[in-house]
């Protein structure tokens, strides 16, 4: 850190941030009142992919650094190989807001959600000068471990084909609600950034609606997670999938969250969200890939 900095300027206040999942993130204030936020790999299988992930990230960082309708944060440092830290880690400038999953009013939750999908229109909207890499699925038919049951079975052969026909779109592949900040309540309510880069790629924009229309299903509710599309197209995106193409993508990242959907409690509690049990992300995951299937099967 000390390198890192300006000369003259200190780090006064150290603090350990919640709601990561991957990483350990601290938040460190300076003498001058910059805050900067320290993103770590502590945990075995990250810390291993370190250097991948995070020179990735530090990359995207760098690309989305003021590009205007992104929030991100801007670039301090990185080192992704632990020559001078005690894990592998990222420096980068915190932006202002909080990541926001309670639950409202119908309506204000609903305008929660709708710029959630405009960010996300913006960002598959970024043509790079270098493509990223090409997106990696996070299951496949034969590592899926669902629970037996017709409904299960029907769901994993959907996935079992050669992926569908797209056409390539800037994704982040790891787009949802606790990945974005809000600011502002009510009409003032705003997205003040995008955060957690290290899986940015290549692929089809539907991958980044089905990440985040699994994770609103098991933090809201299966309901708001097959709406998720609609909101996104009544946002300007478009070019997404129709029928058992659709149904593909949405599948290909359903079913990677089974059958370890309760550990997303953990991550929400810490984030304020104490009414999911751990077997409540189970139950919503069975019923949303069940109105998957309904919808487009």
């Known amino acids: 850190m000390a390198k890192q900095l300006a000369e003259g300027r200190t780090v006064t206040g150290c603090r350990l941030l919640s709601g990561g999942w991957s990483s350990q993130l601290r938040g460190l204030t300076l003498d001058d009142g910059e805050e900067l936020v320290l993103r770590s790999f502590v945990k075995p299988f990250f810390r291993r992919h370190a250097p991948g992930l995070l020179s990735r990230e530090a990359s995207v960082v760098a690309l989305l650094a003021g590009r205007e309708g992104i929030p991100a944060p801007a670039l301090v440092a990185v080192d992704a190989t632990a020559q001078h830290c005690d894990h592998p880690s990222l420096l980068m400038t915190r932006l202002p807001g909080v990541v926001r999953v309670d639950e409202e009013d119908p309506e204000a939750l609903g305008r929660r959600l709708d710029l959630l999908a405009a960010q996300l229109v913006r960002i598959h909207a970024v043509v790079p000068e270098e493509l990223p890499r090409a997106y990696q699925a996070w299951t496949s038919p034969e590592r ?142 069975e019923a949303y890939v069940r109105l998957l299937l309904e919808r487009y099967g």
């Open 144 to 285: 899926v471990l669902a629970p037996a049951g017709g409904m299960w079975e029907r769901a994993a052969d959907v996935i079992r084909r050669d992926p569908p026909p797209y056409r390539g779109r800037f994704l982040h592949r790891d787009y949802h609600p606790g990945n974005v900040l809000f600011t502002g309540a009510g009409d003032g309510l705003r997205v003040s950034g995008v955060v957690d880069s290290v899986d940015t790629s290549w692929g089809p924009a539907d991958l980044d609606v089905a990440h985040c229309s699994t994770a609103l299903a098991l933090l809201h509710g299966p309901a708001q997670g097959l709406a998720f599309r609609a909101r996104y197209e009544a946002q300007g995106g478009h070019g997404l999938a129709v029928g058992p193409d659709h149904l593909y993508w949405r599948l290909l990242d359903a079913l990677a969250y089974s059958p370890d959907a309760g550990k997303l409690a953990g991550p929400w509690r810490e984030l304020g969200r104490t009414d999911p049990t751990p077997d409540v992300p189970a139950e919503r995951l």
